[in-house]
């Protein structure tokens, strides 16, 4: 049996790329800000968790990147969505309601 | 890796622990990893973050680096990653190589004899190298053989190192050979240096 921990790692994992997507798609964001933002809303345990998956969004093309400068004048990445990753977003939020509405019901019928 | 003024030692070494940990991967991926993570500590810095508690939220550097190959593998679609990369490739013919020199020092005839009738007529034949010195013969021509093997049947982890060490006896050996055995390694011990130069993993 998958401990508690285990079950949430697993569907987090799931699902965490779809929420950096949605995340970056209200407005690009640099690193730290989005590793603070997700492990404040818990998707993430580790913040170091995040850069690879930035890098393999935008090795598959989902998002892109464009470089400023920071407060301190150092280069800072900022990432975008692009349209392949606003195409992947939709895509899943076209399956996640259904899919959600149906494990609630299930789990409603299991704690009855 | 590049160093940058103000990043600590236990920073630097915790970034190294994950560049160690995640050497199988190419280096582009590798390497943007590393940036993020690099970009990521230098603005906890900017924050006023302290670097313990940076690196706490960050998380194991094992656990990133397993989270790397995940999302890498992930991406390629790869269950893992491919045993048969151009480097093992040229190892291979390094073996190839390696096994023909082998057997072309033990089959070609190497010595002559000249043997004197009692009619006073002399004889010259050719002799190979094992009708000479037996099967004995075989265990120093099964040296630069399993030395050409050796990185093809060491573990991911310590492939690199394999292939250096094998390239550079198979250079030793073929120098001691040309003195003794003859001319019969050089080709194989050149593949093997280019073997040992090659990348790891394929760049992507």
Redesign the interface.
Known sequence: MPSDDRVTTNLRKGVLEFCVLARIASGDA???EL?REL?ADGLI????????????L???GLVDTRTEE???G?P??YYRLTPAGHAQLAAFRAAWVPLRDAVDHAMGERDD | MTETPGRSDAMAAWLRE?ERMTRELPSP?RD??L???Q??L???R??GVDEGAALA?????S??AA??V???R??TGEARPSYLTAKRWVQIIALVLAAAGSLAAALLPSYTRATVTSEGLESITSLTLLEVNGPTALIPLAIPVLLAALPLFTPRRGWQAASVVSAVLLVLFTAVAMFSLGTFYPPAAIVAIVGACLPTARR?
């Open positions: 640099y690193g730290f590793a492990q345990a580790g913040e170091g968790s995040l850069y690879p998956l930035l890098a393999r935008r090795t598959g920071s407060t301190s150092r800072r990445k | 994950v991926y943007e990893v940036a993020g993570l970009e990521h230098d603005d906890a900017d924050a939220r960050l998380g194991a550097a656990e990133v989270d790397a995940r999302q890498y992930q991406g992507a």
